[in-house]
């Protein structure tokens, strides 16, 4: 689940290589070229902005919880619990007190509800769940996404930028029947390092590119489950990949819309939640 499909990947890295190779030419190599002055892309010139998106990813993920010395089965969102692709609201705002720095916040929360009948017998939590029991599931994913961009290359029509941020994230998983209810709860501040790019091919256009992540050392001595199992007692990673277009109406307003994908997986002993989410968004940014 943590793997991009080969189509995704190379597609990403032809825009990203066509986007760093427009950078790449001098202004005045680009200005010769069209035998024009180069113009400055619309959307730079602020000071802060707010993004408001409407992300419809498609889900696919395992949560697995441990308790009571009993190995707990992992449970998948869509073949065992029935959840569906559905619309989520998310909030960014950037701060830039200067042309070459932007400081981030983010918030994307994410929950799922269902009601099912199992089609196979589950452990979780300590407790057993029959097959074809009537099953209730409610899954929460909530990332609060703090960092620092720098942009170490910048032009009136682009620019190339390192990104550093820590995101808090947290799981949440709960299942209910008419004999039972379990719930789980997973989280972990995750640090994360990145390349940020965007080009103007037109001045009221602009394309983005990002892609963060990182993959955390096993933490602690390995654990050992109830099933005889070894495995690293703490685990985590994250990656993110994000491209999209932005139509600028002006200075202060512009159109956006993109593709996301995010892999997370946060492992406590043998409590765990592997998720992963892609799909098309679409949204607004306001500028000051």
Do not use: C
Not at 125 to 141: A, E, K, M
Not at 146 to 173: H, K, M, S
Not at 183 to 211: H, K, Q
């Amino acid at each position: 689940m943590r793997i991009a499909s080969q189509r995704t990947r190379p597609a990403a890295a032809a825009l990203v290589a066509a986007a760093f190779a427009v950078l790449a030419m001098p202004v005045s190599a680009r200005a010769q070229q069209f035998d024009r002055p180069v113009t400055p892309g619309l959307g730079e010139n602020y000071h802060a902005e707010i993004a408001f998106t409407f992300w419809n990813p498609a889900l696919n993920g395992i949560v697995a919880s441990e308790q009571f010395g009993i190995a707990g089965d992992d449970v998948n969102f869509v073949s065992d619990l029935g959840f569906e692709q559905k619309r989520f609201r998310e909030m960014k705002i950037v701060l830039r007190p200067a042309k070459k720095h932007r400081f981030r916040l983010q918030y994307t929360p994410i929950s799922y509800t269902a009601d099912a009948r199992l089609s196979r017998s589950i452990v979780f939590n300590g407790q057993n769940f029959d097959v074809s029991l009537p099953v209730s599931s409610q899954f929460d994913w909530k990332v609060w996404r703090i960092g620092y961009e720098y942009d170490a290359y910048y032009t009136p029509r682009g620019f190339i930028g390192v990104l550093f941020d820590v995101r808090q994230t947290r799981l949440n998983a709960r299942l209910a029947s008419p004999v039972a209810e379990e719930f789980t709860t997973a989280s972990a501040p995750l640090p994360a390092i990145g390349v940020v790019g965007r080009v103007y091919p037109l001045p009221e256009l602009a394309i983005n590119f990002e892609v963060s992540g990182m993959r955390l050392p096993d933490i602690g001595q390995d654990y050992t489950n109830s099933a005889g199992l070894t495995i690293p007692k703490y685990e985590a990673n994250y990656f993110d990949w994000d491209i999209n277009g932005t139509v600028n109406l002006g200075e202060n307003v512009g159109l956006q819309m993109g593709w996301r994908r995010i892999t997370t997986l946060l492992r406590i002993e043998s409590d765990k939640g592997d998720v992963k989410f892609q799909g098309l968004y679409f949204g607004a940014a306001l500028r000051y």
